[in-house]
């Protein structure tokens, strides 16, 4: 089993949590969005929506983050020798969809410097130009990438577009606090696949500098929060790039990269 992902992608760490937490072995291929390697042609080829994470089988190739975290819970399960094979219960699976319904992509780039936000923009432009030309087979592909990005920037101009998506969270993140008052994990009192949705998302939150707002204000929150990183899935798909000065390298070898990148104008 192949997992194409990378450290930055939401998604990708919600599939590693599941993976992790049903201790399922697979092989990882880091695939950075900041360096545009998922503009690669031959990652391109397999995927022209270029979105992470991509979860291979053999010839069984599934994109969708939700179907891949359910197709782990069969794996394990299977493997567990157990003859009746549930899938997450229904109140599990409302939660996994609940959360995914928020998108992160305009909360988060809205609370990146917009000078760093431009540069990377353009840096992601270039590749894309370069690549169209390079493969050409792929040249309409490319350009509906292009025009995405165009659109991204656009949006992001647009008030009413920012703030949508923040009231959105703000109303998935009192759902939570309600229910975390009830039991200690958001399906009861077990750690789940709803937990997997959720917790990326929080961390998101931190790394933004946003925990005092959006998760020390909800109580239940900040007590749930506190207890979920101390899982050994959350320390070994997150915490390892992203706790403390971990973060600082994460961002600065990404950030060098697309620097010189630039500077030699190798796209």
Same mark, same amino acid.
């Given at each position: 089993?192949?997992?194409?992902?990378?450290?930055?992608?939401?998604?990708?760490? #919600?599939?590693?949590? *599941?993976?992790?937490?049903?201790?399922?072995?697979?092989?990882?291929?880091?695939?950075?969005?900041?360096?545009?390697?998922?503009?690669? *042609?031959?990652?391109?080829? #397999?995927?022209?929506? *270029?979105?992470?994470?991509?979860? /291979?089988?053999?010839?069984?190739? $599934?994109?969708?983050?939700?179907?891949?975290?359910?197709?782990?819970? +069969?794996?394990?399960?299977?493997?567990?020798?157990?003859?009746?094979?549930?899938?997450?219960?229904?109140?599990?699976?409302?939660?996994?969809?609940?959360?995914?319904?928020?998108?992160?992509?305009?909360?988060?780039?809205?609370?990146?410097?917009?000078?760093?936000?431009?540069?990377?923009?353009?840096? $992601?432009?270039?590749?894309?130009?370069? #690549?169209?030309?390079?493969?050409?087979?792929?040249?309409a592909a490319y350009h509906a990438?292009?025009?995405?990005?165009?659109?991204?920037?656009?949006?992001?101009?647009?008030?009413?577009?920012?703030?949508?998506?923040?009231?959105?969270?703000?109303?998935?993140?009192?759902?939570?606090?309600?229910?975390?008052?009830?039991s200690a994990y958001l399906a009861?009192?077990?750690?789940?696949?709803?937990?997997?949705?959720?917790v990326p998302v929080l961390a998101?939150?931190?790394?933004?500098?946003?925990?005092?707002?959006?998760?020390?204000?909800?109580?239940?929150?900040?007590?749930?929060?506190?207890?979920?990183? /101390?899982?050994?899935?959350?320390?070994?798909?997150?915490?390892?790039?992203?706790?403390? @000065?971990?973060?600082?390298?994460?961002?600065?070898?990404? @950030?060098?990269?697309?620097?010189?990148?630039?500077?030699? #104008? +190798?796209?």
């Open positions: 089993m192949q997992l194409y992902h990378h450290p930055y992608s939401l998604d990708s760490q #919600r599939v590693r949590l *599941a993976l992790e937490e049903k201790g399922i072995d697979y092989t990882s291929f880091h695939v950075n969005p900041v360096t545009v390697k998922n503009m690669d *042609a031959s990652f391109f080829r #397999r995927n022209p929506s *270029a979105k992470l994470p991509v979860f /291979q089988n053999g010839h069984h190739i $599934i994109y969708n983050t939700i179907e891949i975290i359910q197709y782990v819970e +069969r794996i394990a399960l299977v493997s567990s020798g157990k003859e009746n094979i549930p899938s997450s219960g229904g109140e599990v699976t409302a939660w996994m969809h609940r959360i995914k319904q928020w998108n992160p992509k305009f909360f988060t780039l809205s609370h990146i410097p917009k000078k760093h936000r431009d540069y990377v923009s353009k840096f $992601i432009r270039q590749v894309i130009i370069a #690549r169209m030309a390079e493969a050409t087979d792929l040249a990438k292009l025009v995405q990005v165009y659109e991204t920037e656009d949006k992001l101009k647009d008030p009413a577009v920012l703030k949508q998506s923040k009231e959105q969270l703000i109303r998935l993140l009192d759902q939570v606090e309600k229910k975390l008052n009830e009861g009192e077990e750690f789940s696949m709803a937990d997997v949705m959720l998101r939150l931190v790394l933004l500098n946003l925990k005092e707002e959006y998760i020390d204000s909800r109580p239940n929150t900040a007590k749930y929060w506190i207890m979920v990183q /101390q899982r050994p899935s959350y320390k070994k798909v997150i915490g390892k790039y992203f706790s403390g @000065w971990r973060k600082h390298k994460t961002f600065i070898r990404t @950030w060098c990269f697309v620097h010189i990148r630039t500077i030699l #104008r +190798r796209f």
